[in-house]
Every structure is written in structure tokens, then in C-alpha cells.
């Protein structure tokens, strides 16, 4: 299991304060989740409440850094050290193919039958349409970097709709402007690596 509460032992750099609202909404969640009395749910359904939030968190750590670059390295590293995000995790989506990797277990071929990777690993269009895809660690639907850029695709279009249907524009151009500039952003820093790689 992750680790919940963070150190917050060092004081931290500039830019803190910036992002402290969301920080703690997602701890006063992941409390939240750990105090759940569970019914009506299976036990395992717990834990991944708790595992999606640990990702959701580390998700949004990585994308101030390396999507937005609105915070510095520094900051970066501080919230790694002090537990606000999964470096490991992190280092993983830098690689192409890994993007949207839900948690290391899935990719540790010991933890799996047959010494394959997890079902959530194998992109949709490979799968039986009936075929219920359900990562037995942390529960997730699918985390195969085409799905993901699909699914990307498919809440802009959900938020262009959104937008063109009211009358009230802000909010949710703006939150449309926000997504198309995180994809872009991540495709150019993946298309970037891969450059330097070779
Ligand atoms: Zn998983
Ligand atoms: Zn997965």
C-alpha cells in the first residue's frame, strides 16, 4: 500500500502554496477512503480507492512538472522526497508505451499468471469486446498508451460538446484549452525523448 500521509518535514520551496489546496483535497480524500467502512463494497475495492488516489496525485505532481512547467525542480523534487508522488511510477511514464502505467505490479511478469503482463496492459482493440478488464492490484480498466490517448480524445470532445451547448463560456473552454495543451505537451516531451534516445 502507498503511503498516505506525507513527511512535510523540510520546509518547502517556493510555489507550495500555489498547489497546497489540491494537495490536501486529495489527502482529505485518501482519509477519507481509508476510513470507509467498506460496505456494500468487495475489500479489494478499498485498496484501490486508496491506489487511485495515490495515482491521481502522483498524475498530477508529473504533469506540473513535466506537462505544465509550472513548477520548479526543485519543488518537484521536494514532493517526491516528502511522498506527495511515486518516482518510480513517474520514471516509468517518461517511457513511450508506459504513459499511463497504473501501478508497477502490472508490469512485474512474477505477479502474473502465465509470467504475462496484466490484462489491463493489453490494449483494447486486442481484447474480446465482452472481456472484463479489471487490474486485480489496483482495479484498473486499462492502461495501455493507445486507450489512453483515445480516452484523452474523447473528454476534449465530451468538453467541446459541453461548451458549444451552454451559453456560459469560461470554465469549461477553459478547462478544453487546458486538456488539448496537456496532450499536446506530452506528445511533444515524448516525441522529444525519444529524439534524444536514439
Ligand atoms: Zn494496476
Ligand atoms: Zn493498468
Request: glycine residues 6%.
Amino acid at each position: 500500500m502507498p503511503k498516505i500521509r506525507t513527511n512535510r518535514t523540510r520546509r518547502p520551496p517556493q510555489g507550495f502554496d500555489d498547489i497546497v489546496p489540491t494537495l490536501d483535497q486529495f489527502e482529505e480524500e485518501m482519509r477519507r477512503a481509508e476510513n470507509d467502512d467498506g460496505v456494500g463494497k468487495r475489500k479489494v475495492q478499498l485498496t484501490w480507492e486508496v491506489l487511485k488516489l495515490h495515482h491521481a496525485r502522483t498524475r498530477y505532481v508529473y504533469n506540473l512538472f513535466y506537462v505544465r512547467k509550472v513548477i520548479s525542480r526543485e519543488l518537484y523534487q521536494w514532493l517526491v522526497d516528502e511522498g506527495y508522488a511515486d518516482a518510480l511510477l513517474m520514471a516509468k511514464w517518461k517511457k513511450a508505451g508506459y504513459e499511463k502505467l497504473c501501478c508497477l505490479s502490472c508490469i512485474q511478469t512474477r505477479d502474473h499468471n502465465f509470467g504475462t503482463t496484466c490484462i489491463c496492459r493489453v490494449p483494447r482493440a486486442q481484447l474480446d469486446s465482452d472481456r472484463i478488464v479489471e487490474c486485480a492490484h489496483c482495479g484498473c480498466r486499462g492502461c495501455a498508451s493507445g486507450d489512453y490517448l483515445e480516452e484523452q480524445r474523447r473528454k476534449m470532445r465530451e468538453a467541446i460538446d459541453a461548451a458549444s451547448s451552454s451559453a456560459g463560456p469560461s470554465s469549461v473552454e477553459a478547462s478544453v484549452r487546458g486538456a488539448v495543451a496537456d496532450v499536446e505537451a506530452l506528445q511533444s516531451t515524448l516525441a522529444a525523448e525519444d529524439g534524444a534516445a536514439q
